[in-house]
Nanobody, 119 residues
Framework: QVQLVESGGGLVQPGGSLRLSCAASGLTFSSYVMSWYRQAPGKERELVAVITRNGGNTNYVDSVKGRFTISRDNVKNTMYLQMNSLKPEDTAVYYC????????????WGQGTQVTVSS
């Protein structure tokens, strides 16, 4: 049984930092491209950042470039999102997603973690 469990969300003031974690189990973690998505109230879910299987390549939505860093540890089966210089518009539920690099039907989502940026 595949499980993705996000943690690390919370309430932070503008300009603050948070680090999200996504712990994976029940899958061969290194076979999966991992990504972070977010969904704000009344908005569609959007891709925030993606990282390749070995962590060698990453990509970000323009709005978080230079502030967020995605990383992964294939020994700990965990992905991270370091979020700095947070803005109120970063407020959303953040989800992690695992997508197998060849078996396109093998896609899994976590339950989400709330990030609220407010003074």
């Amino acid at each position: 049984q595949v499980q993705l469990v996000e943690s690390g969300g919370g309430l932070v003031q503008p300009g603050g930092s948070l680090r999200l974690s996504c712990a994976a189990s029940g899958l061969t973690f290194s076979s999966y491209v991992m990504s972070w998505y977010r969904q704000a109230p009344g908005k569609e879910r959007e891709l925030v950042a993606v990282i390749t299987r070995n962590g060698g390549n990453t990509n970000y939505v323009d709005s978080v470039k230079g502030r967020f860093t995605i990383s992964r540890d294939n020994v700990k089966n965990t992905m991270y999102l370091q979020m700095n210089s947070l803005k109120p518009e970063d407020t959303a539920v953040y989800y992690c997603k695992a997508a197998h690099w060849t078996m396109i039907r093998n896609v899994y989502w976590g339950q989400g973690t709330q990030v609220t940026v407010s003074s």
